[in-house]
Nanobody, 116 residues
Framework: QVQLVESGGGLVQAGGSLRLSCAAS????????MGWYRQAPGKQREMVAL???????NYADTVKGRFAISRDNAKNTVYLQMNSLKPEDTGVYYC??????????WGQGTQVTVSS
């Protein structure tokens, strides 16, 4: 079994910052792509930021310049630094990981609420 466990969500005022962390554990040969998706109330889940094991990153246009994804491959951990947060960033943030040989895995989600 492979588990992804997120931490770091919470309530913050607009303009503030939060840092999310996600650690993968279990029988992991290696993690390929890791990253973050989010789902706002009444909306579909959307990609926020992804990072390949080789260091290539991809961001949603709505977060470029404000969010930064990073990872520690030795620890199978991915981070999301979120700055200049806006109320529209509110949602449940899900960690995503593609485990070599096993496929996609998701975390349980962590709530991020940005008040105006």
């Amino acid at each position: 079994q492979v588990q992804l466990v997120e931490s770091g969500g919470g309530l913050v005022q607009a303009g503030g910052s939060l840092r999310l962390s996600c650690a993968a554990s279990g029988r992991i040969l290696s993690m390929n792509t890791m990253g973050w998706y989010r789902q706002a109330p009444g909306k579909q889940r959307e990609m926020v930021a992804l990072s390949t094991s080789g260091g290539t990153t991809n961001y949603a246009d709505t977060v470029k310049g404000r969010f930064a994804i990073s990872r520690d491959n030795a620890k199978n951990t991915v981070y999301l630094q979120m700055n200049s947060l806006k109320p529209e960033d509110t949602g449940v943030y899900y960690c995503y990981g593609f485990v070599t040989g096993l496929g996609s895995r998701w975390g349980q989600g962590t709530q991020v609420t940005v008040s105006s």
